[in-house]
């Protein structure tokens, strides 16, 4: 069972980032550790935007999962968790669509976690984390991680001042996910322009 | 917006643009409007109270309440009885989480006038908003009871039904849309997602036929492309796949890996997903794979 999650500057930046650029529509994305990771202490070092529309549906679930795999293994990383911002402001449980993908990657990587965003803590000058995390455990069990257990790295602080500066730039704008990739294939799912500007 | 100073007439024009396509561009037309339009705002026009109303919604949705109500203010002068502009208002109150008040407002509106279809949709995003999606599910079925030919209903409805996990459900509101628009990519490319996830052999090949039927009509659609890829690979190593399908599939996801490639390469791009492409296409066809 893993005792704490850890989020990397740039994997909590571009989940906050894709939430503000569709504050309107779900959005999801999944979450990458280094290879051989411990399932004592899970670190994120990058997550990868999904989707913007109709996150239920599989094919093209399918399609991004395949090329972000293939990206892992030359990359030397693993996908190993998910996150999800619901449609509606005060919705705060995982749906059946995140739990389900949420198990699939947990299949491939034991105790994924689920990282909800609670939308109601969103602003445009970040005060609070505005995430909380689930685990999957074994068994089928969904269990809450305490905030102690769960940070951002460097820490909290320094991470919520750096998104802010972010989101005061507008550089959501720039965030490109997967289904942004879909409708215009010349758009990089990776990102690699904006990781310069997060750094 | 990049640039800084616009003129006010541009910005009138792209206002229009954006009404006329419904772009969701809410940000944008709050800064437009703050910086250049509301300088010139007499000069619009009768223009002027569509612009409003833009401005309006597109404030709720940024949540800049003091636009939003100067904007309600000036058109309630101009149209105090106006049920359009008491939709607003109900607007208003669903943005700020007053929903009890919202729907009394839309009840009196549609109580004077049955066939006011917009009142009707904003009960629906009201449940909606609230995760209500049954209720919501059970008021968008009795609107579409009367007003069938509403495209943009069926969509939503297909939508929430998705959510719910309702694959048949889904999949007959898509079944209208295609009726409707029987050449629209867009409608079949949805077709082929839903009955793919549904699961199962048959349901694969009917998700086949659709993604081929939308790269046909548009050969640009990149979600049409994959989804034939794939369902022709899964098709290809299932073992309940007569041989005959089995060399059409092969057929058809190497037709679908040459467009996409071919769509790569236009873009000139050094992307990822460029390489990976000759991955897909290299599943082991000719074995049983685990499907």
Same mark, same amino acid.
């Given at each position: 069972?893993?005792?704490? +999650?850890?989020?990397?500057?740039? /994997? =909590?930046?571009? !989940? ?5 650029? #569709? ?38 679930? $399918? ?8 990206? +892992? ?8 968790? #998910? ?5 509606? &402001? ?11 993908? +949420? ?7 034991? @105790? ?15 005060? @609070? ?9 074994? *068994? *089928? ?17 320094? %991470? ?21 990739? &879909? ?17 | ?51 409003? $109303? ?38 208003? =109150? ?7 008040? %919202? ?6 509106? !549609? ?5 006011? %279809? ?37 969509? $939503? ?15 007959? +509101?898509?079944?209208?849309? !295609? &009726? ?19 699961? *199962? ?8 036929? #659709?993604?081929?039927?939308? /790269? ?41 890996? @040459? ?29 049983? %794979?685990?499907?």
């Amino acid at each position: 069972m893993a005792s704490s +999650c850890e989020l990397s500057k740039l /994997a =909590y930046s571009k !989940i906050i980032l894709h939430a503000f650029k #569709y504050p309107h529509t779900a959005v999801n994305g999944v979450l990458l550790a280094n290879e051989g990771s411990s399932n004592h202490s899970v670190k994120y070092v990058d997550a990868i935007p999904l989707f913007h529309h109709n996150l239920g549906l599989a094919p093209m679930l $399918e399609v991004a999962l395949m090329q972000i795999d293939s990206y +892992c293994r030359t990359a030397g990383l693993v996908i190993a968790g #998910y996150y999800h911002a619901s449609e509606a &402001l005060a919705e705060m449980s995982p749906d059946i669509v995140s739990q389900r993908i +949420c198990e699939k990657i947990a299949e491939y990587f034991p @105790n994924a976690c689920l990282v909800l965003i609670n939308n109601r803590q969103l602003a445009k000058q970040m005060t @609070n984390t505005s995430l909380s995390v689930v685990q999957y455990c074994d *068994g *089928g069990k969904w269990k809450v991680k305490d905030k102690e257990n769960f940070k951002i790295l460097p820490n909290n602080d320094t %991470a919520l001042d750096s998104v802010s500066n972010l989101l005061s730039k507008k550089l959501y704008k720039k965030l490109v996910d997967f289904d942004d990739h &879909l409708d215009d294939i010349s758009q990089d799912w990776l990102n690699v322009n904006l990781k310069s500007m997060i750094d | 917006m990049e640039k800084q100073f616009k003129h006010w007439e541009d910005v009138r024009d792209l206002f229009r643009n954006w009404r006329e396509e419904n772009c969701r561009q809410s940000e944008d037309v709050v800064d437009l409007w703050k910086e250049v339009l509301v300088n010139h705002f007499s000069k619009l026009g009768d223009e002027g109270w569509l612009v409003l $109303e833009q401005v309006f919604i597109a404030a709720l949705d940024c949540h800049s309440m003091e636009v939003a109500n100067f904007c309600l203010s000036k058109l309630n002068q101009e149209f105090p009885d106006s049920m359009r502009v008491k939709r607003l208002k109900a607007m208003k =109150y669903e943005a700020l989480e007053r929903y009890e008040d %919202a729907l009394d407002i839309l009840d009196i509106i !549609i109580k004077k006038d049955e066939t006011n %279809a917009a009142s009707r949709k904003r009960k629906v995003t009201i449940y909606k908003s609230q995760g209500m999606i049954i209720e919501a599910i059970k008021e968008l079925t009795d609107y579409l009871r009367i007003f069938m030919a509403d495209q943009e209903a069926w969509m $939503e409805l297909s939508d929430l039904y998705i959510s719910q996990q309702e694959w048949n459900k889904a999949a007959f +509101c898509v079944e209208e849309l !295609i &009726l409707h628009s029987p050449f629209n990519h867009l409608y079949l490319q949805r077709y082929a997602e839903i009955k793919y996830t549904q699961g *199962g052999y048959e349901n694969l090949e009917v998700a086949r036929s #659709y993604y081929a039927q939308a /790269a046909k009509l548009n050969p640009n659609n990149v979600r049409a492309l994959y989804g034939l890829l794939l369902t022709s690979v899964h098709m290809a190593s299932n073992s309940k796949c007569p041989s005959q399908k089995k060399k059409e599939s092969i057929k058809l996801s190497e037709w679908a890996t @040459n467009q996409l490639s071919q769509l790569q390469s236009s873009n000139d791009s050094k992307l990822f997903s460029s390489q990976i492409l000759e991955g897909m296409g290299n599943l082991q066809i000719g074995n049983d %794979a685990k499907n």
